[in-house]
């Protein structure tokens, strides 16, 4: 097979996980402003270290070191930086330019949200650049501190191709598209409080599908080649990222059902 072939058969393989976090209950039971700031506490974090994985792509397809020297491969280099481009640097409704992590501390200071964990984490991270302490130092949840465990787990001790595997298969377009509407819902419902929230989301869902899905799907074709070992590493990689997240998601979800239980309210 060629590799748009092989790039196809994966994406197959991969459904069945993928399906498991784009239906996942956690996404339909955010019917109430506390499960909305919950939720967005605890997603901050993956949104946080996916600037990571970026950054972790970037330093191994271009050259970031002085004295510089050309990249080895020019379009591999261009899709990466394409993306950092955005993901970094975006448009942020304001007339300026800041990383998509800010527009979503942004959102969170505007609704509400409690931003004092991902702020004490990247404090502590600024002082002695430990994940451990950071994540104890942000007091958070076992799950959020085995899921950002993973993924420097992965930045750290993962090749180029498991990297990027788990960049493009396991952190893009996971959304979905009815979680939006039940963020429009709740916003309409409590006078624009998550309107900076729905920004983020809207471009979010620009980036990735108009820009960035098609890109690291060409980089992605461009790492597995026709090679069956480099598309068996790349679906392996993708389903244990995938895996990683709907962990997350299911101790959000117990979360959720603690609210329940101290609101008596129904999901």
């Not at 191994?60 to 950092?84: C, H, M, S, Y």
């Not at 409690?114 to 990247?122: K, L």
């Not at 502590?124 to 787990?153: C, H, M, Y």
Request: charged share 25%; aromatic share 10%.
């Amino acid at each position: 097979m060629n590799a748009e072939n092989w790039y196809d058969s994966t994406v197959d393989s991969l459904s069945e996980c993928r399906d498991a976090l784009v239906k996942h209950p956690v996404n339909y039971e955010i019917n109430t402003v506390e499960k909305l700031r919950l939720f967005m506490q605890r997603h901050v974090f993956a949104v946080w270290d996916f600037m990571s994985l970026l950054k972790s792509l970037q330093r191994k397809l271009t050259v970031v070191d002085v004295p510089w020297f050309p990249a080895i491969n020019g379009e591999q280099a261009r899709l990466i930086n394409e993306i950092v481009l955005s993901e970094e640097s975006d448009e942020d409704g304001q007339g300026g330019y800041c990383s998509h992590f800010e527009l979503y501390c942004r959102a969170m200071d505007d609704c509400g949200a409690a931003t004092d964990s991902i702020e004490n984490f990247q404090s502590q991270w600024r002082e002695d650049r430990s994940i451990e302490k950071a994540l104890r130092a942000g007091n958070a949840p076992s799950a959020v501190r085995e899921f950002v465990g993973s993924t420097f787990q992965t930045i750290q001790n993962a090749d180029l191709i498991s990297l990027a595997s788990v960049f493009a298969f396991g952190r893009e377009n996971l959304l979905p598209g009815v979680f939006k509407e039940i963020v429009g819902e709740l916003n309409f419902q409590n006078d624009g409080m998550f309107g900076s929230f729905l920004y983020y989301l809207n471009r979010h869902v620009e980036v990735d599908g108009d820009q960035h899905g098609p890109m690291t799907a060409n980089l992605i074709r461009s790492l597995g080649g026709n090679d069956p070992s480099n598309w068996n590493q790349i679906r392996d990689s993708a389903a244990e990222a995938l895996n990683s997240r709907r962990l997350l998601w299911d101790s959000i979800l117990k979360e959720f059902r603690q609210v329940d239980r101290r609101t008596g309210a129904t999901s």
